[in-house]
């Protein structure tokens, strides 16, 4: 069981990686925001300095988001009822 766990997991990973989310449009044929900007800061943003993450920050800041945006849906009207 744990076999097949590992071949889905690593499988679902590969698909997420391989998709290009720049060639998807959004509504009104809008690029992904994250496709709209370049990787580095802009030229308006001087003296900044990079700092690394280590896995452990990275997972509280995803697991603190996680948590706000569960808090939101609970409270929010589902998509389908705004129209």
Known sequence: MWLLG????LTSRQLVYS?????????????HTM???KASP?????????????EDDVKSIVDQHNKLRSKDSQV???CCSWL
Do not use: W
């Not at 590992?6 to 997991?9: A, D, S, T, W, Y």
């Open 42 to 54: 802009s030229s308006y943003c001087q003296g900044y300095q990079s700092r690394k993450l280590s």
């Open 19 to 31: 998709t290009d989310y720049c060639s998807i449009k959004c509504m009104n044929n809008i690029p």
């Open 76 to 78: 929010l009207p589902t």
């Open 6 to 9: 590992l071949v889905l997991l």
């Open 35 to 37: 496709c709209q900007y």
